[in-house]
Each structure stands twice: as C-alpha cells, then as structure tokens.
C-alpha cells in the first residue's frame, strides 16, 4: 500500500499526559498537512511542511501542540498535557510536487484520540 | 472569516436517482474548489476538483458545477448505488496558503 499511513489509528490517554503521532505520506510528496477533526464536522486545519520546513501554522495550534518533520519525510505531532478537549480525530495527508498549491492533497486514515 | 455551509441534515434518496449535494461559502471565491468523499472512521478522499474560472466538471457519475456569482456549489451523483452512501466534503483552496478550508459534510443515504 502506497498511501499516507498514520500511526497510531487509536489513541486513548489520560488528561495531562502527552502524545506523539506520526505519518508517513506518499513517497515523494513533498507537501505535508496535519488537520484535526471532530464528530459531525469538517477537517480544520492546523500545520503545513513543504519539505522540513513548517511553513504555516494555525491559530488552532497551541503552545501544547507541536510539529515536526526532520528530514521532510515522515512527520509527527505531540501533544502535551492533553485536555479532553484535543479528543478528536488527527488526520495527515500530503500531497505532490509539481503543484502551485498542493491542490490535490491525500489523507490518510487518522488516528483517533480519546483523552479520559 | 470564510464560512462554508452544507446541509447538516442527512439527505436520503433512492437507488438510481441523482443526488445534489450543496456547497456555499461567504466572502471571496477560492482559486479551487474541491469534493471529498469520507466513509466513518477513515479519511476523505478526493473526488473533483473544480477551478474558479471553471463552470462545471465531471468524472464518471459525478458531476461538480461552481457558480461564483451566487458563491455555490453543486454535486451530483447520477444513478446513485448503495455504495454511495457517505459523507461528502466540500472544500476551499485559495491562492493565498496551501490548506484546505473544509465544509461540515452532508450524509448521504441511499437505500436500495
């Protein structure tokens, strides 16, 4: 399977711990994109990598999220001292070079989290 | 701020008949707008993209038309299966970042 994987797809964690996911986008693709989604609603945006470096950033994301993707490849997303407010769904997708604007963006699965 | 509205409420149609989904958004037209399909607990997956000079586009069963001056979108799904059954996605791309401005999604049922 060549498509962005995520890792975990479930998370369940307790208030005030952290955690850390990863993707994995399509070989390739030089474009990375972190959103977050809750039930009954559309994706929301909250980071983006062409490459490493992390060229926007959302109001969304807090000082207790934070992103990276060392060498533009795989990229993950830690969440400190989580609240039951960040339970939602955390989705990746990436899309290729070539494009003006990333236009054409693949998700992967999500990982789900539950903060207790 | 941009507002993008869909019909929260599920839409319900029969098997074979056109489903017309509808996407409006506030404010200033989009380089792009997109369609995406997602089924519970997975990811969308994109369907069309329609660009803003653009009046309407199709792919098999689909079909996505962008009207700038009323600020909507519409998609349809001609002979609709069963297998349609999902939640659809509209979503904004302007020229000015990379995201993906997203819609809350319409429910589509369709029963055999």
């Known amino acids: 399977d060549t498509g962005v994987s995520q890792d975990p797809r479930h998370k369940i964690t307790k208030r005030g711990q952290n955690v850390t996911f990863r993707c994995d986008p399509i070989?390739?693709?030089?474009?990375l994109y972190w959103y977050r989604q809750t039930l009954g609603q559309g994706p929301e945006f909250l980071t983006y990598f062409q490459n490493e470096a992390q060229l926007e950033k959302s109001r969304l994301l807090s000082d207790r999220f934070s992103a990276e993707r060392p060498k533009g490849s795989f990229s993950t997303l830690e969440i400190q001292r989580t609240e039951q407010g960040d339970s939602a769904m955390y989705l990746c997708a990436s899309s290729p070079r070539g494009q003006t604007l990333g236009e054409t963006q693949y998700f992967g699965p999500g990982t789900r989290l539950l903060v207790l | 701020s941009q507002k993008i509205e869909q019909n929260s409420e599920a839409l319900n149609i029969q098997e074979g008949k056109t489903a017309t989904l509808t996407c409006n958004y506030t404010?200033?037209?989009?380089?792009?707008l997109q369609w995406y399909r997602q089924d519970p607990g997975r990811g969308p997956v994109f369907l069309l993209l329609?660009?803003?000079?653009?009046k309407e586009k199709r792919k098999e069963r689909l079909k996505v038309t962008f009207d700038t001056t009323l600020k909507q979108s519409l998609f349809h799904i001609t002979a609709s299966q069963p297998a349609d059954s999902a939640t659809y996605l509209c979503?904004?791309?302007?020229?000015?970042?990379?995201?993906?401005?997203f819609g809350g999604g319409t429910r589509l049922m369709v029963k055999p």
């Open positions: 070989s390739e693709h030089n474009r």
């Open positions: 404010n200033y037209s989009p380089a792009y």
């Open positions: 979503a904004l791309l302007y020229n000015a970042g990379n995201m993906l401005t």
């Open positions: 329609i660009r803003e000079n653009e």
